[in-house]
């Protein structure tokens, strides 16, 4: 009897150091039970870091080893933007040098290949290179094959238009190489699951306040994603960066927001995936014992 395929899903550490000794205790308890509990894989949906550090990607990292987690086939991690922006850095140049927009694209760029070449292992299997987003991870277990298409939806900060560095957007790039013929029939026999930093839906309520704010943090071009994913026939769509536990359905696709690690170090999205019903699974937020 197969009993399914196992997903653990996490969000937003925000990480800061190795001060912290109570978090980096809440992420080894959580690794050991995911291990305990028979995963079969693991996504952390971006914001690794509170600060941009890749100090903190190294104590994921390091984590990961410690668990027997570090392995292409058992973890799938991407940036989120406080990997990638360091809003005090950007105001901070910003201010002193009023340094053209270009140069703060390219260091953008320089980070994401960074966190890209430092979680390479993660992406293609291999210790060396610099291959980025997006990235798709077909993996066959014994009751389903699984392919994870891995989007990076996190833009450069720019004063006026991304002034916390904290709204998303996806790139022609990146939807022009999913939408190629022979990346959709290389998807065809799989069980679908997008995988983005930011949320496809926002608060959206009617108070003007919590509109401004939802501004600073949407997903500019989100009709677009939806359109990737569909095209790619996703089933779920994984995602952060709002620190809320929620799931919630947008054409047929479910979406769910893994919360945030930092807030809520014992909770977690838990999918099991029923091989012998095609494209059926069940998803919960589960507390660890
Ligand atoms: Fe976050
Ligand atoms: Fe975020």
Redesign the pocket.
Known sequence: MTRGMKIAHI??L?LSGRQDRRQLGDLDRLLDHFNKAGFDHLVIS??LSNNADAGDWQIVREKLESHALYHWDKTTVIA???DLINLEEEMRFYNALNPLLLIRKKAFDRKLREFCCFFQKLITGEDGGDNGFPFIKIINYPSVQIAFAAINTVYPWYPAENPLGARGSITSGQLRALSQKAVLASLRESFVIGLC?HAYRVYDTNSLIDQAFDWTMELKNRQEVLGLMKGMHARLVLH????RFQSYAVDGITFVNGG?F?HAPQRYSEIVINGEVPGSFEQKFVMLP
């Open positions: 969000s937003d925000h971006g914001d989120g933007n406080h930093h952060g960066h709002f620190h945030s930092r």
